[in-house]
Structures are given as C-alpha cells and as structure tokens.
C-alpha cells in the first residue's frame, strides 16, 4: 500500500539507488506494520536544476546527496509510529547507502484504505 | 480537476502511453463524471531501478508492464464510484493498450474543491 | 514543508525553469507564511506524450509552455490565503520567466505537521 516516490540527483550508482528504496521499504515493514511484499517505488533522478533544497533549514546541514521521500499510505498511523518511522528510514539510510541523517527529507501523505486498487480492478483493501 | 501521475517502465511505444493516458482519462469520465475536457496528466517512464514492484503481492502476478496510476481529484467520491472507477481503468486498459488487469496499480488522493487553480491565478471551483 | 513538484515540457532553458521554482517559491513565503529557507522542489521535464493537458478547459487557452505545479503543504490555510497564493505564483511567474497566467495549473495537497520530517529521523514539526 505505501506508493513510495524517492527523489535523488542524478549520477548516483544504481546500486545506490536500490539500496534507497531497500532501506526505505525496510523501514515501512519494520515500524508501520507494511507486510515485506508490499513494495511499490519510483526513483527518479533529478540534475542540479531539478532537485532544489535549502541547505541549513532549521539548522540541518544538507547537500547534493539529499534524498527526497514522500510516502502514500493508509491513514491512522500515530504519532508514535510516525516518529519510529522517520527515525528507523534514517538509521537504515546511514547504514546503506551511508546517507548522512541530514540528507533525508520524509513527508507522508494519508489517504483512506479505499483509496487503492492493487490490480485486477478492485479495491482489495476496502 | 483530476491530476493523474502515471509511471511506467521506459521502452513503450508512445502510442501506448498515449493509450494509457486516454484509457485512465475515460475512466475518469465514464464513472467518476469528469468532464471530457477535464484532462491533466503527468506520464514519466523509469528504468528498471526506477520502477519497484512485489510481483505478487495480495497474489496478484505483476511484470515489467505494470502501470501505476495516482490520481489527485476531488474528495466526495462514494466507495461504488471508486470501485467503478477501478474496474473501468483496468477494463479500459485491457481493450488498448492491452495491459493485463493484474498490471493495473491505483491510488486516490483527495482534495478539497478549493485546492485547484486551472490557470489566472483563479480558484475556479471555490 | 512545503514539497513542490513543477512539471513542464521538455526543452525550456535552465534559467526559465529556476525562475519558475523561484516564484512559486516566493508566492509561498509571500502569501502563506512559509519561511524564505523552506524551499524544496523538484522540477520534472516531459515530451509532448510525458505532459497531456486540456488547451481550453474552464475556457483557459493553454499552450505547450504550461506549468503544472502541485503543491504538498501543512493543512490549515484558509480559502483566502490559497487565493491570494495562486494569485501570487501567477502574477510572479508572469514576470519572470513570463509564463502567461493561462499557463499556470496549480494544486495543493495538504497533510498535517507531523508528516514532515526535514532531516535526522525527527518530526521536526510535532
């Protein structure tokens, strides 16, 4: 159910960029109850022009190696689980691909379990 | 009103994206009652990092063709019509450009009336 | 917080499409009280079957120099604040790089403070 959208600059490894989503996916599975198999990702990769970012907004030193995260999901997550989340996505980041904490911007967008059709035309959530 | 985001793996032919496009337009229209001219889409092709999928989360067999479609439209919509909606793409996307319905991903995201601008600076709906 | 995502067609110089992200950027700190720093976009080029549009829905004469803009924001504006912000990016974006207010497609997504996480893993808004 998360539909994951990573936005990178370009010119990173694809192994990079796998690793990202991996991380990521971990992170949903191990905090926010996402069975493993539900994986659903674009990657995208941005030049200079493409990707703009405040480098010390509310004082967090960030560079070119920033990763942009917005994540779909089923609404009703608390804040606790929320917070477990951004932390956990952080944590994996920085062991592979060693994104620096800084670099990684989360936001999450809720939406009703109706709201997904995962093929076949029907609504398996609802 | 609806902004329709749909990612599929690069190496299409551009009729088919085209086909896709007008095939979720359709839908839109036949069930959620879009006016015809009501069409604003964003279709991005991703190579084979760019684009994750379980390929049988839910026991659903997705490949390579797998489309996903997110949809930001205005709330209000009755789950019938969401369900009708759903069928009526994957039903649409079967006839052309022939995707298989197990390769049919959808997500809604809802939004307020006022949340548009078609152009002038203007709230049109609001 | 807020994340912008800026799509246009292909081929539009580099300067066109910074100062497209500049003033939606400065609408936003303009109209709606966000911080100077708080600026975060991605700015996406399309070919003509990658950017499908009406060119006259709600009688708007659009054109191939449209801007489609979306816009995921904290919850809580006003219908007036999101006037005056759609009013802003038109009028801004007329000057600079003078994109017709026809050309201007606006949409907001809005989710609240604690889906934002703007770096070290913290919910930097809850």
Redesign the interface.
Known sequence: MP?VRI?VRAGRP?QD??AI?SAVHAALCDTAGV?P??????????DA??????A???D?A?DDELV?I?I?LNEGRS?EV??AL??????LLAQSPRVR???????????PK???????????Y?
């Open positions: 539909l936005s694809e960029r796998r989503g069975p198999q539900d994986e659903f990702q674009i990657i995208s990769e941005h022009a493409g990707l703009i970012y405040n010390d907004y509310l967090i960030r942009v917005q779909t804040l929320k917070r951004y932390a956990r996505i952080a944590e904490p800084e670099n990684v911007l989360i936001n999450l967008v809720e939406v109706e709201n997904w059709s995962f093929g076949n035309g029907e609504a398996q609802a």
